[in-house]
């Protein structure tokens, strides 16, 4: 990912909304028997377009205005969210998108690691968290609504940031030379008969 001043805003923006979508709307909207999480699902959509600089750095921000905003423990959700930034560029950085499947199954999976990795925190320094069977129960509901969530949100995304992607714009560029070549190449009876009249004038 290029990151420009105008791209660093957008970034700054899709953050912003993300946190402010959580804590107007779906913090407020039960399901199955939890709520989902936008923000994870932002985080790691980022990680896997821009590396694990822009994810690790996006997470920390959300996680930063999620803690001021909701008055929690501050840096324990940006510490969870930043892992699951970091884990979703590295692997872009190690890997290719090659189906429509792996962001939602990738999503899922990094979701779940952060809802874990956050309870793990808020046991260890003693924050009203209790061990319970339900964790789990939370985490696996957490992983399989961050992979719904990411159907419409990966794309979404990476529709706001294209300007910026390496591999869109390249694609892009390269589709357009080939249409270029195609146009140029084009052969049809109009060129035959411009080379027929070329040929009667030769003799």
């Known amino acids: 990912m ?39 699902v932002v985080v790691v959509a980022l990680g896997l377009l821009g590396g694990a600089v822009t994810g690790t750095v996006s997470g920390f921000a959300a996680g930063i205005l999620i803690d001021v905003m909701v008055g929690g423990t501050l840096g324990v959700s940006s510490l969870a969210l930043m892992a699951a930034g970091y884990a979703a560029g590295r692997w872009r950085e190690g890997y290719d998108i090659v189906s429509s499947l792996v962001p939602p199954l990738l999503t899922g999976a990094l979701c779940g690691v952060a809802a874990l990795a956050y309870g ?59 249409a270029r070549a195609g146009f140029g190449g084009r052969s049809g009876p109009f060129a035959n ?11």
Do not use: C, W, Y
């Open 2 to 40: 290029i990151v420009t001043p105008r791209i660093f805003l957008r970034l700054a923006a899709i953050v912003f909304v993300a946190v402010l979508l959580q804590a107007a709307f779906f913090s407020g909207v039960p399901l199955l028997g939890s709520v989902a999480n936008v923000v994870p």
């Open 120 to 178: 793990a925190m808020q046991l260890t320094l003693g924050i009203d968290a209790t061990v319970s069977p339900l964790v789990v129960r939370e985490v696996v509901v957490q992983a399989l609504l961050g992979a719904l969530l990411a159907v419409p949100v990966f794309p979404l995304i990476r529709r706001v940031l294209r300007p910026a992607l390496v591999d869109d714009s390249a694609r892009a560029r390269a589709k357009a030379a080939s």
């Open 193 to 203: 008969i411009r080379g027929d009249r070329g040929h009667l004038r030769g003799l």
